[in-house]
């Protein structure tokens, strides 16, 4: 079984939707593999505590497909290998059904997704401020690409049974339940409105599963799912077949490598792909707290901090002395590699401004020192960065020159006082799809004294566009760590 969650646009209550039907799946007993369309961290996060805090199988982790990141071959391997052993496949759109990388074209769109896995779709419609046209706006949905398969909808946020019926008359008029030869759509029900099937966000999107006392809000959205939706029926509609393939990842081979990866509530944006690509080249990936851990595990051959909200943190991250001063002698053992993205690149750095209170004026700035191993700060705007990057590697030592990746940006901070020297380098040439020119983009530097690099920037990379990065990031271990 498998089934596409999308909406006209976002804040309709595709992930409320999508985190009810998961629990509500796993509480009959049902094994339930989440996917995430798109270049989302937070999403799956709450995907997989949907699935996995009350289940006694192995855990699952939610998977995201992008189709601009990893092309079609492999976004349907994706799906396929982490489908194997599921009940039910559930695929949580992104923004508008239709919205991709660009106003011209369906790719990176949901739609595009649904259709190379030729699976229905479910359109989650914001009804309060609606009635009757929510048939026409289904129509247009269902006409403007007939190859997307949307055979069924929900009524979100509907005022009550007399709004429903409403609803569901104007639908139905339109697509009669009874129509067999041509397009009939599965009316699933109306979901109430109600502050319980409402998430809080904040800058980045929405609050972590961290942010929660416990997983009751999900528990709630599963109630009103079971309550208010047919899912019963939409499991019958979401029949398919999964074909035997082989897997693009190799089989683990043995390195005796360790590559320490940052893991917490301040470090947390990584691609499942790019650990599982490291553990298929022969790594053991060993998992650290710089908010809670005193220093970092011993034996390691090269770290990876991921993106996530030091920002948040930055006051606690600044006073675990004890834990970035172990990351600095680390690098200065030589030999060492320290791979940073976003987050990571701002911990790198000699530091974050910031606003000592979000409610008061800009001008009451505080500043917290990080582990001051690159040469420039880092300070919170209000400018969002964000958009699909291509990167070509512009250094030598960690990664090889020439190698191309694709990945996205999403950030609310900018470099600072920078301060250059000869053994810095920029990381990438990198191209957006809005600007003409290429731009020089994150840091190598090379700690000479022993040897050690520090590869850094703000791209957000999916090592599944180019599974050499992740071959390199081992190689460097190996052959500088023997």
């Known amino acids: 079984k498998a089934f596409v969650i999308a909406a006209p646009y976002s804040g309709s209550g595709k992930t409320s939707i999508t985190l009810g039907l998961i ?11 989440p996917f995430k369309v798109g270049p989302d961290f937070i999403d799956p996060m709450h995907h997989e505590l949907a699935v996995n805090s009350i289940s006694d199988l192995k855990s699952r982790n939610s998977i995201n497909l992008d189709s601009w990141m990893l092309g079609k071959s492999l976004t349907l391997e994706t799906f396929y290998r982490n489908s194997q052993g599921a009940d039910v496949c559930i695929i949580e759109g992104v923004m508008g059904l239709f919205d991709g990388k660009d106003g011209k074209t369906e790719v990176g769109s949901t739609a595009e997704i649904a259709k190379w896995l030729n699976i ?14 929510v048939a ?6 269902i006409d403007f690409d007939q190859e997307v398969r949307v055979e069924a909808v929900v009524f979100n946020r509907v005022g009550g049974e007399i709004h429903t019926q409403w609803l569901r008359d104007a639908v139905e008029k339109l697509y009669p339940p009874e129509e067999v030869l041509h397009h009939s759509v599965k009316i699933l029900g109306g979901l109430p409105k109600s502050a319980d099937i409402t998430i809080p966000e904040r800058h980045l999107g929405l609050l972590m599963p961290a942010d929660f006392v416990d997983d009751s809000y999900i528990s709630v959205l599963a109630r009103l799912i079971e309550n208010f939706l047919d899912v019963d029926a939409l499991l019958a509609m979401a029949s398919i077949d999964i074909p035997n393939h082989v897997s693009l990842l190799k089989l683990p081979k043995t390195t ?40 970092l595990p011993d034996n390691l051959d090269s770290l990876y901090f991921g993106g996530g909200y030091p920002e948040l943190f930055a006051e606690k991250l600044a006073n675990n002395i004890s834990f970035k001063e172990s990351v600095v002698k680390f690098v200065l053992i030589g030999n060492k590699a320290v ?9 790198l750095s000699r530091g ?22 690159l040469p420039f700060k ?25 190698m191309v990746a694709k990945g996205h940006l999403f950030h609310y901070s900018e470099i600072t006082e920078e301060e250059i020297s000869n053994n810095v380098e920029p990381a990438y040439v990198m191209s957006m799809e809005y600007k003409r020119e290429s731009i020089l983009e994150g840091y190598e530097m090379l700690i000479e004294c022993g040897k050690s690099v520090i590869f850094a920037s ?11 990065f992740a071959q390199k990031f081992v190689e460097f271990s190996i052959i500088n760590n023997k």
């Open 339 to 347: 791979y940073g993205e976003c987050g990571g690149l701002m911990y």
């Open 120 to 133: 229905p779709v479910v359109l989650c419609i914001d009804c309060w401020a609606m009635s009757r046209s």
């Open 352 to 373: 974050i401004y910031q606003k000592r209170d979000a409610n008061i004026n800009s001008s009451d700035i505080i500043f917290h020192e990080m582990l001051n191993l």
């Open 378 to 402: 880092t300070k919170m705007v209000s400018k969002l960065h964000m958009g699909y990057v291509e990167v070509v590697v512009n250094s030598q030592n960690l990664f090889e020159k020439g």
């Open 256 to 295: 005796n490598k360790r590559i320490g990866i940052a893991r917490d509530e301040a470090f947390c944006f990584y691609y499942h792909d790019n650990e599982s690509l490291l553990r298929s080249n022969g790594a053991e990936l060993v998992y650290f707290s710089p908010l809670h851990d005193k220093v």
């Open 458 to 468: 703000y791209v957000h990379l999916h090592w599944g566009s180019n599974p050499k």
């Open 23 to 33: 629990r509500a799946y796993t509480k009959r007993g049902l094994i339930v593999q």
């Open 136 to 141: 026409a706006m289904l129509k247009g949905f």
